[in-house]
């Protein structure tokens, strides 16, 4: 996909960026586009350039489609800036970057009810996808550990979702070479369900990963029910088989806004855990977790050492550089927010979530799907309607809001129910009350609008495939 943009403005840009001589040096009026200039400019003139493409890119507060964090208060900006420079795996160098890292394991093993959080074992990663990559990894390896002790074969392991799980399982799936076994959502079940998993297991399975919190709708998959099940499978045939939960969002909701539900370490089924700290953790761009419920369960051959204060540190990951600001952003949170402060912004956000949903459900044309009652995020669909009355879709109303600047995205949902188009928001930190008020303001008068066209509007670019974010 990038090498198309690139290509499509390669035929449809000029080769030059052209510079407003105002900031120009003498002679200096243009710079190409896609190679590099033989001299530099100087650092205004490169800032301005940058800063003035980067106008079109729409607005993120008013990005409604991203779980990914748009906003935090001045004083962490403060801090991001101070720290931009710290590599979070020069250990050694930055030994309280490394300290403050593992005492945001230890919050989180704590927040997800780890039975011994000191003898939990997890790291930060660059967001969810590594994350999930990493928990997959660690599943593969003891699963083929333990066939080969058994003296089984261990050639055909698969991995066991629902068809609602995000793009990120099929990735890991297709790069590490597990067969992803997909349990189809239905209308009435529009997640993973007990019995769906249990028919799709067998002694090749290397775990079952429920997602609290799916992409596309925002509901929480039934973690405890599908362990359940599990444990009278394990029971009736002797096989094992364990779970990771995919908590890129719900894992920093649930334990706030639900905390009586049980679907992290209080269940034992549960090995491992991601989220994105750039979701609901409340962090900018570039921070994920992954943490296992106790250090047996990460495979030691996967682990491997970087020197740390003159000695050794474990670590487990894809990237080996990577930005070391954000771990500290999500202590800031920590510290800033502690529990309550963390309830009341998902509460804040629910509540928001609510709110919207009951007032589009108003408006007539729309059919409530999930109204953020799991993670503050809500899905509507098109109610049936005639064949002559049906002059416009939720593709087209994306687009007319997308004039005033909302993004508000539309999207089939995924394999078996890809006839159902649906939009969804996703209510973050920062999207007030006051902003939900003018984004159902927009939403009725593009209603008004689209219901007033005397021709039926063209087809609106839409993805055709499911959307994965
Ligand atoms: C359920 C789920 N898992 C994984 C991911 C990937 O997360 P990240 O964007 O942090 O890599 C997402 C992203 O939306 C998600 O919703």
């Known amino acids: 996909m990038a090498e198309w943009k690139h290509h499509r403005q390669r035929h449809v840009m000029r080769p030059e960026i052209n510079i407003n001589p105002l900031y120009a040096r003498e002679g200096e009026d243009a710079v190409p586009r896609f190679r590099l200039a033989k001299e530099g400019l100087l650092p205004e003139t490169a800032y301005q350039i940058v800063h003035d493409e980067l106008a079109l890119d729409g607005n993120a507060r008013l990005n409604l489609a991203t779980f990914v964090g748009t906003w935090m208060e001045p004083e962490a900006r403060r801090l991001y800036t101070e720290s931009a420079d710290k590599n979070m795996i020069d ?94 959502v239905t209308p009435e079940a529009p997640y993973l369900t007990p019995e769906g998993v249990l028919a799709a297991v067998d002694e090749n399975t290397i775990g079952v990963v429920p997602v609290l919190g799916v992409t596309y709708t925002g509901v929480y998959e039934p973690v405890s029910e599908i362990a359940a099940a599990l444990d009278q499978l394990q029971e009736r045939t002797g096989i094992d088989i364990p779970i990771h939960v995919d908590g ?24 491992s855990i991601n ?28 682990v491997f050492d970087v020197s740390y204060l003159g000695g050794h540190m474990p670590t487990f990951a894809l990237n080996f550089s990577r930005p070391g600001a954000q771990v500290l952003l999500q202590y800031y949170n920590f510290l800033r927010l502690g529990f309550d402060g963390y309830y009341q912004v998902q509460k804040a956000c629910q ?32 109610k049936k309607r005639r064949p002559s009355e049906a002059g416009w879709d939720l593709n087209h109303l994306s687009r007319v809001l997308r004039e005033r600047g909302w993004q508000v995205p539309a999207y089939p949902l995924p394999p078996s129910m890809e006839d159902t188009t649906i939009m969804r928001v996703v209510v973050r930190n920062s999207f007030s009350l006051d902003m939900a008020e003018l984004l159902l303001d927009d939403v009725r008068r593009s209603v008004e609008y689209l219901e007033g066209l005397e021709h039926p509007m063209p087809d609106a670019p839409h993805p055709g495939k499911a959307f994965h974010h």
Request: glycine share 8%; net charge neutral; aromatic share 10%.
């Open 248 to 271: 890129a969002s719900g894992a920093f909701v649930a334990p706030f806004l639900q905390p009586d539900l049980a679907w992290d370490f209080r269940l034992p089924r549960v090995h």
């Open 275 to 302: 989220t994105s700290g750039h979701k609901y953790g409340l962090v900018f761009p570039g921070l994920g977790w992954v943490l296992w419920r106790e250090a047996s369960l990460l495979p030691q051959e996967l």
């Open 351 to 382: 509540d928001v979530a609510h709110h919207l949903a009951s007032r589009l459900a108003a408006l007539g044309p729309f059919e409530i799907l999930t109204d953020g009652s799991d993670i503050p995020v809500l899905a509507w669909k098109l």
């Open 91 to 184: 250990k050694d160098e930055y030994p309280q970057t490394a300290a403050i890292e593992d005492r945001c394991l230890h919050i989180l093993a704590d927040l997800w009810h780890a039975p011994n959080p000191a003898g939990t074992i997890g790291v930060s990663t660059t967001g969810s996808s590594e994350a999930c990559m990493l928990g997959g990894l660690a599943l593969k390896r003891r699963w083929q550990q333990a066939r080969k002790a058994a003296g089984k074969p261990a050639g055909h392991p698969n991995i066991v979702f629902s068809s609602a799980v995000q793009v990120v399982w099929e990735k890991f799936a297709n790069y590490f070479e597990v067969e992803p076994r997909y349990v189809n």
